[in-house]
């Protein structure tokens, strides 16, 4: 059956060919070597036994003819012509090698030459660019990382983490003379001074309190550094510091007990004790405001 | 019948070492799936009075003994139990304090250099993923929110540096949420690739407070105990300015646990100085670590220092990285 009209006619127009997909408007042709694409009568494979068509492999082009001559011998039916890459040159060797063929056979081999190396133009192009990576999800993990993200949630109990937190800082005095709160320290601090021998006499207190006017702006610089570090780059000197400070800070309580308020901290400190402090005022104000 | 029969016939033969108790039926071979499940209860139920038994037992036993009782067993936790990681960072090591001294964040905390942020999101970022942008960079003070235009990192990066930017943030979108982050410290620093995960906006959080203002939030660092944390903790430290505005009453909390870094936003204030309220602003999410690589943004050729591998680092429960 090696008329090219009753193939057509067969498989064409009425029997089933495989390589035929009929969708409303048109039909198309899944067969390789078909030039354009479309189930027609000039384009079909089948039903053309002098064909050419135009395939790329792996980033380069070849021509591939089938002529009349070899219709009986399957294996060495399609001649395979490699093009070059030079576009022209290309389109040079396409015309020589189907010279005298069909003008339709020609003209849609350079189409399909012209469109197949503009998509490796772009296949090459955005090979350049930034490339999305697909990583895969594995539901199981997915949903163990969840679990455990739960599970570490309430292991850490946040706001009690934090708000320990701060209360420590208060504590080791970052905040400086923001907070005027009595901190319990003074007290315990001032029990143990109690406690111990009172013969502590005033000599003492004036010997220090000149070391203490130097002490209190050395502590106070480091205080500001050492607000800003993480915790575990709080060095332990800072503790010492603290209980340095603690003794000068209650030192002062205790001489202006009698006005029945703490002092500020800061300035306040940098002026003789014996000076009253009427900052009454301003304690109000920050208790009165509330969280916004 | 049957049973019985055997039961008598054995108590017969003098066996004072064996029990012997009638055959019992468990409660999972009852096949109505109604009565199985009336059986199950009560046997919880009776489970739960003895426990509860035995804790006051054991209570007045303690209170009988009162000083000579022993001490309160400690329960097992996760944290309690975990392997010990030999890069621990001791705070009196001299080597670790050594290497900060001389690694990539070294000028911040010397305060030569004053951070700069540039937030940027992957391609086409959804609604979500943009509302979270500029939320972030009102949490971060003095950073930026820049729109990607499909523009690689590679290119940015140079541009960034020659900006003064020290570092860059890029939010990852999949499937209409953020769910990555890459941390890269600018000036040839390193850069950490995290996911994110549970990402709440402002208008999510329940009983959330205000918008943030502009200062300087303080910050906390938790639990970065291994070396791998401590650099960790170290460059979110170099996220935020040094010096944090306490009138603002903000801190930025980021807290480790289990390998899960918790981010929260709050602002604070202290009704007594034993007390202390909090109120959550601002947005919240959680990372986890997936790769620290030395050196700026670079997949392909960068150099690794710590890459989360699942078949090797998962293998036990009580191993933490962090």
Known sequence: ?292 | GGAAGSAAEDGAPPAPERVLFPPTFSVSEIKNKQRRHFMFLRWKQQQRKEKLAAKKKRRKEREALGDKAPPKAVPKTIENQREYDETTVDPNDEEVAFDEATDEFAPYFNRQTVPKILITTSDRPRGRTVRFCEQLSTVIPNSHVYYRRGLALKRIIPQCIARDFTDLIVINEDRKIPNGLLLSHLPDGPTAHFRMSSVRLRKEIKRKGKEPTEHVPEIILNNFTTRLGHSIGRMFASLFPHDPQFIGRQVATFHNQRDYIFFRFHRYIFKSEKKVGIQELGPRFTLKLRSLQKGTFDSKFGEYEWIHKRREMDTSRRKFHL
């Not at chain 1, 003819?65 to 389109?91: C, D, G, H, Q």
């Not at chain 1, 002490?215 to 480091?222: I, L, T």
């Not at chain 1, 030192?251 to 940098?270: C, D, E, F, I, V």
């Open chain 1, 1 to 292: 059956m090696h008329s090219d009209d009753v193939v057509w006619d067969t498989l064409g127009n009425r029997q089933f060919c495989s390589y035929k997909i009929t969708t409303k408007t048109q039909n198309f042709c899944r067969n390789e070597y078909n030039l354009t694409g479309l189930c027609n009568r000039s384009s079909c494979p089948l039903a053309n036994s002098q064909y050419a068509t135009i395939k790329e492999e792996k980033g380069r082009c070849y021509l591939y003819m089938k002529t009349i001559e070899r219709a009986a011998f399957p294996r060495r039916l399609w001649e395979r012509v490699l093009l070059s890459k030079n576009y022209e040159k290309a389109l040079e060797e396409i015309d020589e090698n189907l010279i005298y063929w069909p003008r339709f056979i020609r003209h849609k081999c350079k189409q399909r030459f012209t469109k197949i190396t503009q998509y490796l133009i772009r296949i090459r192009k955005l090979t350049l660019k930034r490339q999305r990576k697909l990583v895969p999800l594995r539901r199981k993990i997915e949903r163990r990382e969840k679990r455990r993200e739960e599970k570490a949630l309430i292991a850490a109990q946040l706001d009690n983490a934090i708000e320990k937190e701060l209360l420590e800082r208060l504590k080791q005095d970052t905040y400086g003379d923001i907070y005027n709160f009595p901190i319990h320290a003074f007290d315990k601090a001032l029990q143990q001074q109690d406690a111990e021998s009172e013969s502590e006499s005033d000599a003492e207190k004036e010997e220090e309190d000149d070391e203490d006017m130097d002490k209190r702006e050395f502590v106070e610089a480091d205080d500001s550094d050492l607000s800003d570090f993480e915790d575990m780059d709080k060095l332990e000197t800072s503790s010492e510091e603290e209980q340095e400070e603690e003794e000068e800070v209650e030192k002062k309580t205790s001489l202006s007990r009698s006005k029945g308020k703490n002092p500020l901290k800061g300035p306040a400190r940098r002026k003789r004790p014996y000076i009253e402090i009427e900052y009454e005022e301003e304690t109000e104000p920050t208790t009165k405001t509330k969280a916004t």
